[in-house]
Each structure stands twice: as C-alpha cells, then as structure tokens.
C-alpha cells in the first residue's frame, strides 16, 4: 500500500508538472499561431482553430482512455494482489468461489501453453484432475496427527468402526498416509498420517505437511499436556486457518479432576488457535476395571469388568462441526488448495524455463571458449566470442518471451563490457589478466599454444556463463533491473560463478568437453 501511494503520488506530481508545462508554453504559441493566421483571413481563422480544437479532443480523449486503461489494470491487478493475500474467513463464498475459478483458469491457460515444457504439463495433470475431483465431489477430508502412541490409531479404528489402521505400541509403523470412509457422513474420509516426531523424520514431516495442506478438519490427538512438535504444528495449521478438533484420546488415565484442569490447561495454551468446545476427551481403546460384585448370599466378589471404548463425545462434536460448517469448510480449502496448485505451477513452469536457459548457456559458453581456444589470431577470438554471446542474449529472449533486437543486445552487451572493471572491481581484473597470459602462452610453440589455448577457452566459458547468468535474471525480471542496473546483477551473478564450487564444477565440464 505504502507503495501504490508513492506511485500515486509520483503520478500526481508528474501530472502537475506537465500541466504547468503546457500552460506556460501552449498559449503563446496560440497566440503567435493566431496573429499568422488573421494576416491570411477570417474565415482561415476559424478553420483553423475548428482543426485545432478536434485535434486537441483527440489527443486529449486518447491519452485519457489510454491513462484509465492502465489505471484499471493497475488497480485490478492490485486488487488481485490484495486478495490473495486474504484468508478464506476474510471473503466471502462469491470471492472464494471466483478466485477458485480465477486460479484454475490460469493453471489451465498454463497447461494448455505449446511454449510449456511437456515434462511441466505432466506434473500439472494429476494435480488438475485431484483438484478437480475433489471439487466436484465435494468430499470433506479428516486428517489426523498424533505423537507415537498417543492413540491416534486407536481412536481411527474406533471411527471408523472396524480396525483398518495399524496399531504398535512402538511407534513408527505408519509411514504413509492411509485414509478410509467415516461411515458418520456421506463423503467424508479419515485419513490417518505419520506420527509426528517419528524417525525418519523429513520424510514424514512432508507426507504430514502435504496431508494437512489438504485437509478439511484437522484432529490432533493427544495423550496428555502438549509437547512441543504438538504445539508448532498446531500453530501452523491456524496460520492456515484450519478449523482444528483436539482429543484427549487417554482421559481414562486421569481422575475427573485432573483431566477437566489439563483440558482448560491445553485451551489456554491454544485460545488464539481453537475454540474451548473443540478440545475433546474420549476412551479410545476398551480397559479392564476392578469392580466387587455382591452375590445373593451377601459375599462379596472381586473381578475384572472390560469397559467398552467411548468416543460418542468426539463423533458428536465432528458430526456438528461438519453439517454446521462441511461446506464452508470445503469451499476455504478449495481456494487454498487453488493458490498453492497456481504457485506450484508457476514454480514448475519457471524452474523449466531456468533449466533450457542454463542448457543454452552451457551450449554457448562452451561453443565461445571453443572459438576462443582455436583462435590463430588474438583478436579474431574476441570478435567470435562476441557475436556468439550476443546471439546467446537473443535466444536467451525468447526463452522468456521478452522482446529484445540486435542492436538493444549489442548495446547492453557493450554496457557490460565497458563498465566490467567498475562493476566488479578487482575480482573482474582476473579474467582479463588470465586472458594475457594465455595470450602470451599461445606464442610460444607446442605445449605454450595447448595450454594458452585451452586457458582461453576457459576464461571465454566463464565470461559467457557470467554474461549468461546476468541476461537470465535481467529477463525473469521482465527487463527491469534495480536503480543500480545491470551493475548489481552483475556482482551477484559473479559472486555465484566464482565460488569454488561453481569453478570445479566448470573445470570438470571443460574435462568432459575435451574428452
């Protein structure tokens, strides 16, 4: 915001300035006009100024269709730009809805570009046709974490009616994401996840994080106060606003007192995440107790009972939860799940674009240090060196769609040159004095000119690649640089070329091309 209001504000000044330019400026010049035009006649006089005039609404008129065209695109494309950096609960169905289709458009626009990579449109098929799916569906998904042992499979089978999740009392047996119908709403799926804090740990994490990007309803089980891989992810998922249901799986371990004092302990922890209502205590699996029967002759008699498991509080509270708000749930992840699938494309579609450009750069560089190698004469390595490069710019172009002639690439080329020594300092001393030496190497006869020759071909692959890199970000950028130009690009991009790793990995190159 603090942005648009400098640019409004630049506008307005620019505006001003234009206005004042033109009252100073344009009416002596009528006048002048005026005086040479009376000398010819009146009636020359209103022609005149009738041609004047329609010139002028004409200029006027299209300037101004032109200015509200931009400000309508810039405002809408702000306002695009503000929404979607709104949560679900900041709009309303009709937004939601809109900007889902809106997302998925693009996707498919993306999907369906002949300039989009094929490897990129495979990706994105599966996905489209999930999203899709789950869109037309409408099925709601409850996904489940727990720390190991915590009971979370215990109190999945108990849902689901039937034991269909595996249980082990070690942990860690639950290692993909396993999900079955909840026989308590149509088209709704439980779906059970790694335990977290497992081993394995990264693998887990991501199954875990992409199950709760997807998810509906998360219900977090637990077995006593919150751990801390418990209260991380819990804070995450109401960054992303999931609607969370936590359950007590074990209150069976606690007097009545102790269990109400650790339920209002976890609602305070979490009062800014979920709700008092939403922290659940069950049974989950069947217990013996002891109890003492008395028979009818007055003995008493001590025995084992097995009391049933009971989660009839947390079925209730998921049942209400999901008929109140199942579709205001569905509808919020759907416009999340729609960001993260246009992200995701995007992403994909631009990492392509990167690869073929650093595939063309590595054709160059090595096709330029090649010419600078086998070059008979010192100059005549340059002049190459410098008509591949800019053909290199060209191409580079139209990998990313931006528009650029010889003349604008010689220039820019020629602005790198120039200010090559300014813009990286000593460091930038290096190729050029490399490039002497091998110069010199090259006059003395067999070994001197092999090894000049090939250190040229170095310095000429690195150049390239360096150049390369520049014109890469230069037109991901859509040809907009910082105030420092091309200069800052530079820098950074000799900074990343020059590390040691980038030079070994160069020099290997260079041994597999001379092989």
């Not at 006027?60 to 503000?82: H, L, N």
């Not at 002949?114 to 998904?141: D, Y």
């Not at 499979?153 to 079955?180: I, Y």
């Not at 390369?468 to 640089?481: L, N, W």
Request: aromatic fraction near 6%.
């Amino acid at each position: 915001m603090r942005g648009g209001r400098a640019s409004g504000g630049l506008f307005l000044v620019a505006l001003l300035a234009a206005s004042g330019f033109a009252l100073v400026t344009i009416p002596p010049r009528l006048a002048e006009q005026y005086r040479t035009v009376a000398s010819w006649g009146q009636p020359w006089v209103a022609v005149y100024f009738t041609l004047i005039g329609i010139g002028a609404v004409l200029l006027i008129g299209s300037a101004g269709w032109i200015v509200s065209r931009v400000w309508r695109a810039t405002a809408r494309k702000r306002q695009r730009t503000e929404q979607r950096r709104k949560n679900p609960s900041q709009l309303g169905e009709g937004e939601q809805s809109a900007e889902i289709q809106t997302n998925l458009d693009s996707i498919f626009q993306l999907h369906d570009d002949p300039h989009v990579a094929a490897e990129v449109k495979q990706h994105l098929e599966p996905m489209l046709r999930e999203f899709s799916e789950k869109r037309e569906t409408n099925e709601l998904e409850i996904v489940v974490f727990g720390t190991i042992s915590s009971g979370k499979s215990s109190l999945l089978n108990a849902l689901a009616g039937r034991d269909v999740f595996q249980t082990d009392a070690k942990g860690g047996t639950t290692v993909t994401r396993n999900e079955v119908p909840w026989p308590g709403l149509d088209k709704v799926t439980l779906v059970d996840t790694p335990g977290l804090g497992e081993v394995d740990g990264a693998e887990r994490a991501a199954v875990a994080a992409s199950a709760a990007k997807d998810a509906d309803l998360v219900l977090l089980v637990v077995d006593g106060p919150l751990r801390a891989s418990e209260f991380l992810l819990l804070e995450q998922l109401g960054r992303m606003e999931k609607r969370i249901i936590v359950c007590l799986a074990k209150q069976d371990w606690y007097e009545a007192r102790d269990r109400a004092a650790l339920q209002g302990q976890i609602a305070e922890q979490l009062r800014s995440i979920i709700a008092p209502e939403d922290i659940v205590g069950v049974q989950a699996l069947a217990v013996k107790r002891r109890r003492v029967r008395v028979l009818a002759g007055g003995t008493e008699v001590e025995e084992e009972v097995e009391m049933p498991p009971d989660i009839s509080a947390l079925a209730d509270r998921m049942m209400a939860v999901l008929t109140r708000d199942g579709s205001n749930l569905l509808l919020a992840n759907l416009l999340l799940q729609s960001r993260g699938l246009v992200n995701e494309a995007r992403r994909r579609v631009q990492e392509s674009l990167d690869r073929q450009a650093w595939r063309l750069i590595d054709r160059y560089a090595w096709g330029a240090g090649g010419a600078a190698a086998l070059s008979p004469l010192p100059l005549l390595d340059i002049a190459a060196g410098g008509a591949i490069t800019t053909k290199m710019v060209l191409e580079l172009a139209k990998v990313y769609r931006q528009e650029i002639d010889t003349d604008a690439a010689v220039k820019l080329l020629g602005q790198l040159g120039k200010n090559l020594i300014a813009i990286l300092g000593v460091s930038a001393a290096t190729p050029i004095v490399v490039s002497t030496i091998a110069t010199l190497l090259r006059a003395v006869p067999g070994a001197g000119t092999l090894a000049g020759g090939i250190l040229q071909g170095l310095v000429q692959a690195l150049v390239t690649r360096w150049i390369g890199g520049v014109f890469i970000e230069f037109f991901k950028a859509e040809m907009k640089t910082t105030p420092a130009g091309l200069a800052e690009l530079a820098r950074e991009q000799w900074s990343k070329l020059t590390t040691l790793h980038e030079l070994r990995q160069l020099l290997q190159a260079a041994r597999r091309q001379l092989s």
